[in-house]
């Protein structure tokens, strides 16, 4: 899309440009190609001679026991943070959606958890769910549950998984509210006339008009459980028991920070790079698509 | 026939209890999920009024003791929580994270306005080639590139400073895509009569686009301002020096690996500062912050 009229000038659009050209390069472009430069450099232990090595440290990591356990780890949280999280909004927005006394308030009250940072959430499920300050910690020890997720693995992984899903929960409410809602009545009243039930109408009526809706949601909600949840692991497991909650992110800060791997945290980096970017992709052609109908 | 009358009103009398019995429970599920939501907050906002003790001893109190002020004062001007870490006071905590939030919000809305200015209401060449270079940054959140992106600060000699802290962060294609797709509806009459008057670009950009833009800045505001006060690798790496400590951060460095020796009531109270900020943001301005939510995501 283009303007008819515009201004002009030479030297002032591309003045008006360089602040925001300027961050972009120095912190985008730069950094990237040093990622991909890196994931081809090997260094030796002491950090003195850097070798050039191809493609080495992908196949590498596509052979290390402990990455293939990152990427296993971070299917898990990811696809079960998404359903938790979408499941829980969907049947709340449907709550919400109803002609009830209140519904601003409890709209208001619903979409808060959006303003807490998923290390937060992470704190505030960890004073719940600590084996020995926590009210259900307590609890589970009390009818005699062996809980403690900070040496069981599974346990460990619940515990990452409800505080990273609860804090997006808000998130897809308002998305499926405002879904719902543009749903006219007209269709929803001609099913009712039909004599198709509230079970049935929604999942033969509503539901397939919500679903671009929740195919957006569920990209979202991917990035989000892939990139934004490194917080909520670092605050409250750190990676552990062992690697039981180490995701793809957190590995490559582990590598990279801790381990002073460069290479292979580059190589990591640039792996994810190509998935962003292939959800972006997926997500893009999908917004086109509805433009359309 | 009198059996036809009575049935019917036996059917709206059971169809008024079934609409009844239907609102009860719409409204149980909903106190059920508001309550999920609020239990944690709860559980904190009383845990950081009763003493060490109480709360260490595992008791856990589910109705709000007599310690508020005491942890309240102590954790704004003295900070505490882990046994071995250096205490940072929350208000300086807050303070970083307020000016954080702020230049993040306040740099990514005023570089992105001028950036799509210049794509919209100017013709130049390259100007497709740089506003896909800013668009393809939206494909990389800082975490994926966050090694690299550390190097080339220190490079820069930016560890441990605000401006490092918070430049990186500024770069935003969400909000260069939002501006430009507003800038897009501004009818081309408006041009022409800024063209007519004499009126320069700059002069046209300051009286008529910035005056249109009003709500869409501020609900991009509410957006940026939780984006910026919520960041927590970039801070971790960037920031050693205790005094920049921004508050999510130094909230988990007080919890450590979680000792059940720590002062866990002045965590509590940290916890609850650092929420307040963002949660009152989002209530307060809910209705800019569905605008911005809903309108930056497509």
């Known amino acids: 899309m283009r303007k008819k009229v515009i201004f002009r000038g030479v030297a002032l659009p591309y003045l008006l440009l360089v602040p925001q050209l300027a961050v972009t390069i120095v912190f985008f472009f730069w950094p990237a190609g040093m990622a991909v430069w890196q994931s081809t450099l090997r260094q030796d232990a002491f950090g003195l001679r850097t070798e050039f090595v191809a493609f080495e440290n992908f196949l590498d990591l596509f052979g290390d026991a402990l990455y293939l356990n990152a990427a296993w780890n971070t299917v898990i949280f990811s696809s079960s943070v998404a359903a938790l999280a979408l499941g829980a909004a969907l049947f709340l927005a449907v709550q919400a959606d109803k002609h009830i006394r209140g519904a601003g308030l409890y709209k208001t009250l619903l979409i808060w958890p959006y303003a807490v940072a998923p290390a937060l959430a992470a704190v505030l499920w960890l004073f719940i769910f600590h084996p020995s300050i926590g009210l259900v910690g307590r609890a589970f020890g009390a009818i005699g549950i062996d809980w403690d997720y900070r040496v069981n693995g599974g346990q460990a992984m619940t515990m990452v998984v409800i505080a990273a899903a609860w804090k997006q929960v808000s998130y897809n409410f308002i998305f499926f509210l405002a879904g719902l809602q543009s749903i006219p009545t007209s269709v929803l009243e001609a099913a009712a006339i039909d004599g198709a039930r509230p079970f049935r109408r929604f999942w033969t009526v509503i539901f397939p008009l919500l679903s671009p809706t929740a195919f957006f949601l569920l990209v979202v909600n991917l990035v989000y459980a892939f990139f934004d949840t490194f917080g909520v692991i670092h605050a409250l497991t750190r990676g552990g028991p062992g690697n039981a909650t180490e995701t793809l992110i957190y590995k490559v800060y582990v590598d990279g920070v801790q381990n002073l791997n460069f290479g292979s945290s580059a190589a990591q980096s640039v792996i994810l790079m190509v998935i962003v970017i292939a959800l972006t992709a997926i997500q893009f052609r999908f917004i086109e698509r509805r433009v359309h109908y | ?298």
């Open chain 2, 1 to 298: 026939m009198p059996t036809a009358t009575i049935d019917v009103e036996a059917l709206a009398a059971a169809s008024r209890r079934r609409k009844a019995r239907e609102r009860f429970l719409t409204h149980l599920a909903l106190i059920l999920g508001i309550a999920v939501f609020a239990l944690p907050i709860w559980i904190t906002i009383v845990g950081s009024t009763h003493d060490t003790d109480t709360i260490g001893r595992g008791d856990v109190p589910l109705l709000p003791g007599t310690e508020a002020i005491h942890n309240y004062t102590t954790a704004w001007f003295q900070g505490g929580g882990g046994r071995n870490t250096f205490a940072v006071p929350a208000s300086t905590m807050l303070w970083n994270s307020l000016i954080m939030a702020i230049l993040i919000a306040v740099g990514k809305i005023a570089i992105s306005l001028l950036s799509a200015f210049a794509v919209v209401f100017f013709s130049f060449p390259l100007r497709m080639v740089f506003f896909w270079m800013i668009f393809i940054t939206l494909m990389l959140p800082v975490e994926v590139r966050i090694i690299p992106t550390f190097q080339v600060m220190t490079d820069l000699g930016l560890i441990d400073t605000m401006t490092g802290l918070t430049l990186p962060l500024i770069a935003s294609a969400t909000a260069t895509l939002l501006f430009r797709q507003f800038f897009l509806t501004i009818p081309d009459e408006y041009v022409e009569a800024a063209k007519v008057d004499g009126a320069g670009p700059l002069r046209f950009f300051k009286d008529v686009v910035l005056p249109l833009s009003t709500t869409n800045i501020a609900a991009l505001f509410v957006i940026l301002f939780i984006y910026g006060w919520n960041q927590y690798l970039w801070p971790l790496l960037m920031v050693s020096n205790r005094d920049l400590e921004t508050v999510i951060v130094g909230l988990t460095k007080m919890i450590g690996i979680g000792d059940t020796q720590n002062e866990w009531n002045l965590i509590m109270t940290t916890a609850v500062f650092a929420l307040l900020p963002p949660v009152a943001v989002v209530v307060l301005m809910q209705r800019w912050f569905i605008k911005g939510l809903t309108e930056t995501e497509k």
